[in-house]
């Protein structure tokens, strides 16, 4: 009696264990399913944007840009950190206007320090200043760093949950470009077929 009870005890108590456990890797969120992300994708395509540098910035501010890459971050996050030094770098080397790269801070233990970060990296990408207004319409973005592509018609070409090196982002901006040479202003997604890297 006591030994069938204790072999019903561990049997239970490895179900539990092997559910805990579960290797299956969890599917990245999606943002087009947040509402708050929608409210997000809305303010961010129709408002001007008050940066850390002083200037204000509308992202599609002037008719040459035709698409803002977008990341989300913060400064407790090393991955963050570290793409937006990348990011920078990929807006240093662009010769035209036509991807506007910004940063989005994001609320967090490291709010107070995206400042003085930007300054200790010299960062020169323009990054949003953080507001309550905008702690609240980023309640979508549940993964930091989380960097979208957005085009001039306010679709969502491409999202990248984590950390993408130069190369990645290079990449993907001579293919913007080479594209947009070849069939002029046309839908984006009639041309390019990138779907989520994860």
């Excluded at 990348?86 to 609320?107: E, F, H, K």
Aim: overall charge negative; glycine content about 6%.
């Amino acid at each position: 009696m006591k030994s069938s009870f204790l072999l019903s005890a561990l049997a239970i108590g490895l179900a539990f264990t092997i559910a805990a456990c579960d290797p299956t890797p969890a599917e990245a969120p999606s943002l087009e399913g947040c509402m708050s992300f929608d409210a997000t994708l809305t303010t961010l395509l129709e408002n001007e944007f008050e940066m850390y540098d002083g200037t204000c910035l509308r992202l599609f501010g002037d008719s040459t840009t035709r698409y803002a890459l977008v990341c989300f971050w913060d400064t407790w996050s090393s991955l963050s950190r570290k793409q937006v030094r990348t990011l920078d770098s990929v807006n240093r080397s662009l010769t035209s206007n036509m991807v506007r790269v910004v940063g989005a801070p994001l609320a967090g233990r490291g709010r107070s320090d995206v400042a003085s970060y930007l300054t200790k990296e010299a960062i020169k990408i323009p990054c949003m200043k953080v507001n309550a207004q905008w702690d609240t319409l980023t309640n979508g973005i549940v993964v930091v760093p989380t960097t979208v592509l957005i085009d001039s018609n306010g679709s969502i070409v491409q999202k990248v949950f984590g950390y993408r090196d130069q190369q990645y982002w290079t990449s993907l901006i001579a293919e913007l470009s080479s594209r947009d040479n070849a069939h002029g202003n046309v839908p984006f997604d009639s041309r390019l077929g990138l779907g989520s890297p994860n």
